[in-house]
């Protein structure tokens, strides 16, 4: 029985892993800011294409085309996990802004 439990647990594990954009055979071997940059790009490229411009589309899909092969991710340096988190922010910033536009035309 508790073996059938952890079999569905890691199951589903490894879908929501895959759904956020992350492999879960490489996830505990990754630095911690490159998995933060990782979700926020899958998500950012996903959900909130539109609120990004040519440049920052190019970054994010450089940033995820690394994340996929091992050896440029073990590249990957703190400074551009955090370009990716900074574009991260200005999307946040344009959504509020655009739902505060929202509200105050009704």
Known sequence: MNKYKNFKDDA???DWLRDNGM?????????LNVVRAQRMAHKLLSQHREFLSV??????????????????RDRI????????????????????????KIKKKN
């Open 77 to 100: 340096t703190d400074a551009s996990c955090f370009s990716v988190m900074n574009i991260n922010t200005s999307v946040i910033r344009k959504m509020a802004e655009k739902k505060r």
């Open 23 to 31: 492999n879960h055979r490489t996830f505990d071997t990754i630095k």
């Open 55 to 72: 440049k920052q589309l190019y970054s994010l899909v450089e940033f995820e085309k690394n994340c996929c092969n091992r050896r440029t």
């Open 12 to 14: 589903l594990t490894a």
